[in-house]
RNA sequence: GGGCCGCUAGCUCAGCUGGCAGAGCAGCAGACUCUUAAUCUGCGGGUCGAAGGUUCGAAACCUUCGCGGCUCACCA
């Protein structure tokens, strides 16, 4: 195991963080984005790479925090579209999001309805981190030290921020690494006039003329500008791995300055980082949401695809390049593809070669939300899973029982992949895709030709069903009735399809008449 | 203006410590009386964006250029 050459992403950058920092008994991993607004596919991919990383490095045999920084601290910028009740959303304009009202009043904040949607949903993924929250922890003054620190080192900050913008930006005038949420009408609309040298600062406000000089350990509204919060936060929490956007990641860009400013300021080596780009939908999560200012989230991904196969999407893609998540039909290509790594796994399929396997081993370890299961999972292709449910019109229950050789123990996967299947055909999928079966009684407006080569089929191929060997001997079977009544076989299958299911296509009738089920068959062709 | 990423088969991409250019899809041929991207078998297909350089050897490393995208300089 030692001497294989890591060749996953995340191994590789587990090892890059030991060899940056050495051994350590504790090695910090960090996240975090603020939460003003629904925290989207993209915020996610931010903690499922730093997740990723972080059981690299217990896999290594690492002891790690991980931890997830909400930045409810920010300002409340604008209100996002599709958010209820923008009216009064709009009046707290300017204010901390944490101290916004919950527009859907489920929580105390705006901020806190987002955190709490995340926090909820993210064990299903298997995440764990521990979450800080950054609103408390400024206005608990734990940050004292460190804004005073920075207002010491002004003039510094002021030269590394400097450093990257040409002359028409640089910083004009008085400038100072501090905002201030004024602590009358708790907007950030703020000027600082003045800093004792020690604890005190002097503010006024824009908005309600409020002017206040305050102790920094006491004065709950002050907070360090983003660019010097970052790295001050590094510092703090000893972060040794944080990755970011590609928005944070370029020249001059925020990780840039802040990298500078944790060794200047608070003397501490960045930490290992990478960039991870941004991420394309593909297809509509579901019919509802295609509201003007929609924005896909965990839970809308998680009703389409399993926790497993969530996690495979970005384990198994290189957190660098851009790639998309699809609701169409390539939904059915990526349980395929998961299930194909999964019999790597398992060795019941063959790699390419020996490099390819030991990665996708790797993939589908790091896929699993808990640890490897014990036995291989039931398979079921997903394709196949869409048929049968649309054939018990949705009853998970009924096709799972009718599953050959499920085990108890590996029900609960099956089941899951079924509720995604279920909401895909019926949300997602588009309309070829999708069928009900008849009900015994309805009857199919037949040519007679076509009743009587149904009969013929009915008679003669249906009702001995569990008689043939496989699949292809059904296919046979049914050509061999169509030629025996003189009629195309297309016409037969369209016949068949009309009787079944009210549409001239459908699923390969050889396997669909079996998936259906005998009993069922005959029940709704019986009065042709 | 600075920086970052990409440019490889018709399409989507893999190939990233340099060692014979790969996969999926599409295409073509054949098979199955074949429907829900039907299935199986076989085949063809690339000046690796361009030019230089390093090297026994470059798609890969270096330099320059072209094209496309993103990003920063206001705020997080």
Redo the contacts with the bound molecule.
Sequence with gaps: MEQK?TIHWADQTAEKIIETWGEKDLYTCASGI?P?GTVHVGNFREMISVELVVRALRDLGKNVRFIYSW?DY??F?KVPLNMPNPEMLEKYLRFPITMVPDPWGRDESYARHHEVDVETILPEVGIYPEFLYQASKYRSGTYAQGIRRALEMREHLKTI?DK???E????QGEWWPV?VFCSSCNRDTTQIDGWDGEWGLTYHCETCGHSETGDIRTLKGVKL???V??PMRWAYEKVDFEPAG?????????FDTSKHVVEDVYGRKPPVTF?Y??IGIKGSPGKMSSSKGKVVDLYDLLRVYQPEVVRYLFAGT?P????VISFD??V??IY?DYDRTERIYWGVEKA?NEDIEALERRIYELSQVDRVPEEMPYQIPF?HL??LLQIHLGDIDQVIAALPGLKPSQEARVRRRAQCAWYWITECAPE????SLRRPGERAGLSETEASALRALRDEVVANLEAYGGE?EV??A???V??RCGI???QL?RAS?QAL?G?D??????G?LRAIGKEKVLAILEQY
């Design positions: 050459k603020t003003s930045d920010d300002v910028r921020l990257y913008r040409d028409d930006h640089k910083i905002a500008v983003w660019r919060d970052w590609k928005d944070h990641h370029s020249q001059g860009g925020s960039r780009d941004f290189r660098n390049t851009e790639f039909l390539d059915i290509k395929e390419k394709r869409c048929n070829d895709f999708r069928f292809s296919a046979e049914i050509y061999a169509a030629q195309e076989p297309k299958f399809y299911i549409k296509q459908g699923p390969r009738l050889a669909f």
